[in-house]
């Protein structure tokens, strides 16, 4: 059974409650598919804060920390929650817990130095979701600038996302960066958080992260889910792309769907 969560919502960004399998279409690799399972719920789930830690993230850092805590409020009070940082290297500060108090803690790393392996933190950060609990995951990233010293480069670090079946959140603090830098961080960003159906939000200013934080709170506990049996059922470890349509009840105008835009097969060796 394949599971996707997604968010559906109308021409404004307000999440779209209500609706019923008859309103949406599924397809794997353009053949479409039986939902199996549809369920609208708010949900506890596993979730990482993986907050860059570099040398430009100094004067950032107390409304980021402060930010994190309120997007943890926010969520559902279920939530289990772990606290990494990142520069160069990758610190795994606090393991999965519900402690408000632990987590402030977690997030009061050492002073920000160093450069940026963003790539790297969110493989590590991915498979430590893994160890998770709930069946929904989360990372919520915070960065302010592109990548600069990973081992991995971005189409590794999206094809360890699209292993996953974590939702990328990402928030870009990218207003100091030098624009040609800013923008290849963007894309980057982007490109993470679209491959798995999160987001990429980029707050103008330090003063709007918090609201961003409780944009995305507010998203993961507004979704849907779906699961399917896929007709094709070779396990070959191939690639299956996905996507959701919606069709809309009568006049209720503009509709769009967000999911992961697809996932890897199980793969089966020969002889075994």
Excluded: W
């Amino acid at each position: 059974m394949v599971v996707l969560h997604v968010s559906v919502t109308d021409e404004h960004g307000q999440f779209v409650p209500g609706l019923k399998p008859d309103n949406f279409r599924l397809f794997e690799d353009d053949s479409e598919q039986k939902i199996s399972v549809l369920r609208q719920e708010d949900v506890p789930v596993s979730m990482g804060l993986l907050i860059d830690n570099s040398g430009s993230m100094d004067t950032k850092r107390d409304k980021v920390n402060a930010a994190a805590l309120t997007f943890v409020k926010t969520s559902n009070p279920e939530d289990e929650v772990f606290v990494a940082h990142f520069n160069d290297k990758y610190f795994f500060d606090q393991d999965y817990t519900h402690d408000l108090g632990q987590l402030d803690k977690a997030l009061q790393h050492d002073e920000p130095d160093g450069s940026t392996a963003l790539y790297d933190a969110a493989a590590a950060s991915l498979d430590r979701l893994r160890s998770g609990y709930m069946d929904k995951k989360v990372l919520l990233i915070v960065s302010d600038g592109e990548d600069n010293s990973s081992q991995r480069n971005l189409a590794a670090a999206l094809k360890e996302a699209q292993k996953s079946s974590a939702l990328i959140y990402a928030i870009g603090l990218l207003r100091e960066e030098v624009p040609e830098s800013a923008e290849r961080d963007r894309q980057a960003l982007m490109a993470l958080s679209r491959a798995t159906g999160g987001a990429a939000l980029f707050p103008e200013n330090l003063e709007d992260v918090e609201a961003s934080c409780n944009q995305i709170a507010r998203e993961i506990r507004h979704q849907y889910t779906l699961a399917y049996y896929p007709v094709n059922t070779r396990k070959d470890g191939s690639f299956r792309s996905v996507r959701v349509e919606i069709i809309p009840p009568a006049g209720s105008g503009n509709i769009s769907a967000r999911t992961r835009t697809g996932y890897y097969a199980q793969r089966v060796e020969s002889g075994n």
